[in-house]
T-cell receptor, first 118, second 116 residues
């Protein structure tokens, strides 16, 4: 099966600093990558959709200046949480879509990143 | 806009027994995909089963099967011969078959406990 690697698995940072999370598709080229946020015992909330070489599309209510997404290649997308605050502490998950047919894709998920802002 | 509803926040099943998790969705589209994902304590999302809306036959993957009722917009997951390793959060998800994006819309999840 396809592998999506997310790094780091966990990170602790000081309030006011920025944190970068990487999402890599290791054995396929991802047509699209997605970034989710998940609070404890809650569902995945889509933050943004990113396509290689173009600006990310953010969901309503997500601050694009705070959550910077860069999709530099077909195998790498990064999420940077800028000027992090304790309320940004959460579990962040990426997924990458691999084309499996003319009109079909399949999503593969990274392991997630637990961000704690102190 | 599409929505996915899971009305059972928590469920419990005895080992080796069968359990059914409920999911309903709302959409005006005729072509779409439905999924069940499992999220164990490791929090890695694992695809359990998928169903194409144009297929009338219910999908089956070993001990996992679905009851897809398109008219009722219902998509339940049946787990047979439950095992301790099945304990996890289960998410139902919807994805449009058309459009520029392939984003998944998730339900709120059902936490499944398996009792030995």
């Amino acid at each position: 099966g396809a592998v999506v690697s997310q790094h780091p698995s966990w990170v602790i940072c000081k309030s006011g600093t920025s944190v970068k999370i990487e999402c890599r598709s290791l054995d396929f080229q991802a047509t699209t990558m997605f970034w989710y946020r998940q609070f404890p015992k809650q569902s995945l909330m889509l933050m943004a959709t990113s396509n290689e070489g173009s600006k990310a599309t953010y969901e309503q209510g997500v601050e694009k200046d705070k959550f910077l997404i860069n999709h530099a290649s077909l195998t790498l997308s990064t999420l940077t949480v800028t000027s992090a605050h304790p309320e940004d502490s959460s579990f962040y998950i990426c997924s990458a879509s691999r084309r499996t047919g003319a009109l079909n894709t399949e999503a593969f998920f990274g392991q997630g990143t637990r961000l704690t802002v102190v | 806009a599409q929505t996915v509803t899971q009305s059972q926040p928590e469920m419990s099943v005895q080992e080796a027994e069968t359990v059914t998790l409920s999911c309903t969705y709302d959409t005006s589209e005729s072509d779409y995909y439905l999924f069940w994902y499992k999220q164990p304590p490791s929090r890695q999302m694992i695809l359990v089963i998928r169903q194409e809306a144009y297929k009338q036959q219910n999908a089956t993957e070993n001990r996992f099967s679905v009851n897809f009722q398109k008219a009722a917009k219902s998509f339940s997951l049946k787990i047979s011969d439950s095992q301790l390793g099945d304990a996890a959060m289960y998410f139902c998800a919807y994805r449009s078959a058309s459009g520029a994006t392939n984003k998944l819309i998730f339900g709120t999840g059902t936490l499944l406990a398996v009792q030995p």
